[in-house]
């Protein structure tokens, strides 16, 4: 629900607005599961076993259990989501060519997710043995990865907990922009302004989350920041009237920003150029040095405990690899890890524990793009066309050392040393068993974005069109490995769902009060993975995405209007294809045909 109210005063106007909004989905996965790998001994010592068990399999043979507690069905998640904000902004004019603002806003995001199907690992183990209370008071339902399971079994392990999240945010934003002297090629115009932000996390898993009891762990959250801003922005006149110069600007901008979670203070800088040659062709450029900041859960996130396959680099299957001079092999040795030694992660996921890094810095990008605009003012009056090139290079970008990389880089960083930031992160036992990994974020990797923007506007009497598409060069990503001291780009334009082409074409009618329009969305099909073989799959392409949405409005009075559309009127479905099946490609999300209609109302 959006509700808004503006009022003209003598001297100033006011706008206050509040929105209310809540959000439900449910999903449901495959059902919960138990994972082991047990010597056929201790299977027999343990279960009652069948006959074609026994008799296929020696003692000391090894067997991988993937039990699925069907019973229970699937594992469901319910997402509840509350939102609320207001905002209220006074405005004016002053001295007739100054304006002025001052905007207080305030919202709250409050989000429950509730899971009924969470598996207990504390009341069955990891061996597939009944654990927990049930022990000392001698009651424990009997388990049996041959049988299907009772009542009173799935009672026991199976449990819910709702965890909630709340996020807050308030903002006071002060802005005053105008004339400032009058130039001989027109006048110098400047803006400034002040924004005070607070925002703030609140998460609680529950205390079953946050136990450690289930197949994950999640650590409560509540964190909070205060941000100051101010910014300059001027505007020059330069050239005027001229040859090849109806206009030339120059803007300039900067902004400063301090963080109080952040040591330093945050600097951006913009510098553009507007240069009109004449009436109908139009050049313009921006170079650009901005910065984002970490977010707070980047920044504090809690523990949070899961399982990820990793392959363990002193395992024997691996302890040869890394770098040439044989250090891979040198370093595990230092573990007290001989060479021929089997991994405890060698056949089951190993624990990983992520968390927040404190420690990151803000994020660096530096973007300038080129463009041109032609407006003819005689032939193909109405039409608008613009060309705009872009380049985005990203320093210090914040990138994720996940539970392998952190094992490789620990026994591959340097020769004869242990003594290093990523095996102070892996904890193993004694026998050089992995205990835990601890992924983390640092600000390491680079990254590029190249393209090119095309927008054509046209109005031919009552039709209208509006033509945007995007070429794409290159979304890459540099990353540096450490031990080999070398770098490499991978660039990922063109794979599915980063699309070479991707354009939108919006065609309007008008006759009198109604208004009929056609939308087609277009984006380019790519391989779910350009670095796999091309015969791993019949086919890792899906079809190029093509999306149909027709809508028709109707002003039925200067207060009241009526529509009416049906979007995706083909039926596109990205669940036809293995690549998008989940759903997870904007374009090729399994959309469905659907329909609507509403009413507007103006008071």
């Known amino acids: 629900m959006f509700s808004s109210i503006t009022h003209q005063f003598d001297s100033f106007d006011m706008a206050f607005d509040v929105t209310l909004a809540r959000t439900e989905s449910n999903n449901v996965i495959d059902p919960p599961f138990a994972r082991a790998w047990m010597q056929v001994a201790d299977v027999k010592a343990t279960f009652d076993t069948p006959a074609s068990f026994t008799n296929n399999f020696q003692d000391d043979d090894w067997i991988g259990f993937h039990h699925t507690f069907y019973e229970v069905g699937g594992r469901k998640h319910k997402n509840v989501r509350e939102f609320f904000s207001s905002s209220l902004t006074f405005s004016g004019v002053y001295n007739d060519d100054w304006f002025w603002d001052v905007n207080f806003s305030s919202g709250k995001s409050m989000n429950d997710l509730e899971n009924n199907t969470s598996l207990r690992v504390d009341r069955l183990n990891s061996q597939m043995q009944v654990a927990g209370e049930c022990v000392k008071a001698a009651n424990c339902p009997t388990f049996s990865p041959f049988e299907r399971q009772s009542q009173a079994l799935t009672n026991y392990i199976i449990d819910s907990f709702i965890a909630t999240t709340d996020s807050v945010n308030h903002a006071f934003s002060a802005n005053l922009s105008g004339d400032v002297y009058e130039l001989s090629a027109g006048t110098m115009q400047m803006s400034t302004g002040i924004d005070i932000r607070y925002e703030g996390i609140h998460f609680d898993p529950s205390e079953l989350w946050s136990s450690g009891n289930l197949s994950s762990k999640k650590l409560p959250l509540d964190v909070s920041r205060n941000i100051k801003e101010a910014y300059v922005e001027l505007l020059v006149p330069v050239l005027s009237d001229m040859p090849f110069a109806e206009l030339v600007e120059i803007e300039a901008a900067y902004r400063i920003a301090d963080y109080s979670t952040n040591e330093s203070r945050f600097e951006s800088t913009k510098l553009a150029l507007n240069w009109a040659f004449n009436e109908e062709v139009r050049l313009r450029s921006i170079f650009s040095q901005a910065v984002r900041a970490p977010q707070l859960y980047e920044l504090y996130a809690g523990e949070s405990i899961g399982y990820s396959t990793i392959n363990d680099p002193c395992d024997e299957a691996n302890i040869n690899g890394g770098p040439a001079d044989g250090r891979r092999k040198a370093n595990c040795a230092l573990y007290g890890i001989p060479a021929g030694w089997n991994s ?10 992520n968390s927040g890094n404190p420690q990151l810095k803000q994020e660096k990008a530096n973007t300038l793009t080129v463009g041109l605009i032609y407006t003819p003012t005689s032939l193909l009056n109405g039409l608008t066309v613009s060309v705009d090139y872009f380049d985005i290079k990203l320093k210090d970008k914040i990138s994720e050392f996940g539970g392998q990389d952190v094992m490789q880089n620990c026994v591959d960083l340097a020769p004869n040393s242990i003594s290093n930031m990523f095996c102070d992160l892996v904890t193993r036992k004694d026998n050089g068993d992995v205990e835990y990994v601890r992924p983390l974020s640092l600000n390491f990797d680079e990254g590029r974005v190249r393209g090119t923007d095309i927008e054509l506007y046209y109005t031919w009497d009552a ?4 033509f945007a598409a995007s070429r794409l060069y290159e979304d890459s990503t540099t990353t540096q490995d450490l031990a080999e001291g070398t770098s490499e780009t991978d660039n990922d334009a ?15 009618y008008n006759l009198d009060d109604l208004t009929l329009s056609w939308t087609f969305k277009f984006k380019t099909s790519g391989r779910y993975n350009e670095d796999a073989s091309l015969d791993f799959r019949d086919s890792d392409s899906p079809a190029h995405s093509r999306v149909h949405n027709i809508r028709a409005d109707y002003q039925v009075s200067d207060t009241a209007s009526v529509y009416i559309g049906v979007n995706n009127i083909r039926d596109n479905n990205g669940g036809d294809h293995w690549t998008t099946s989940r759903g997870g ?5 399994i959309l469905g045909r659907t329909g609507y209609i509403g009413v507007n109302l103006n008071f």
């Open 585 to 589: 490609y904007n374009g090729w999300s």
């Open 494 to 508: 063109g794979e599915l769902g980063r699309p070479k082409w991707a354009s939108n074409l919006v065609t309007k």
């Open 344 to 353: 405890n992660i060698k056949t089951t996921r190993g624990q990983v524990r």
């Open 463 to 466: 039709l209208s069109f509006t």
